[in-house]
């Protein structure tokens, strides 16, 4: 009889370690809300943005951009997004927009142009959602560039790319 009773408690005991092994699993996925993404790497011309770790792409997402996306952001109200070397240095949970990450745009260079050539260089150059409030927006259909200069993705894209990327993560924007 003992050894019966011995065999029950190791596999209550292995149970018991079991659950506890699950909990930490469901815990630690729960707190997946940062990997560790090296660089965000925009594709202008294709319309897609990579999440890459290392050496390898973790995520794609297509992806909507300014009204006149060909060409390096110059000015405010050109409806261009910029191309460069940038950092995503803001999140601003209070937008017009489904949830917005700043990326730090102008930065010295953008500002030095922008002064050689006697215009405002513009701001306020986010990857974000669709607008708040107006139902289906045009970039659903994808190929639609509306934005005003910054990059748009769709809302659950949006939640995925906020637990994947860190405030001060590089991103790269070329055509």
Known sequence: MQPLFIFIISLLLVGQADATTREKTAAASANTSIVDIDLVKVDKSARKMYLIQG???LKSYSIALGANPKGHKLR?????????????DYLNEESGFYRSIRINYPNDRDIKRAKLLGVDPGGQIMIHGQKNGN?????????????????????????????????GTPIDIEW
């Not at 405010?76 to 995503?88: A, I, M, N, V």
């Not at 200069?149 to 894209?157: D, L, V």
Request: aromatic share 6%; hydrophobic share 25%; with cysteine.
């Open 135 to 167: 139902g289906p927006h045009p970039s659903e259909n994808r190929g639609e560039d509306w934005t005003d200069g910054c990059i748009a993705i769709a809302n659950e894209e949006m939640d995925e790319f906020l637990r994947m990327v860190k405030l």
């Open 55 to 57: 050496d390898r792409i």
């Open 76 to 88: 405010e109200g050109d409806k261009r997004t910029p191309e460069g070397q940038y950092t995503l």
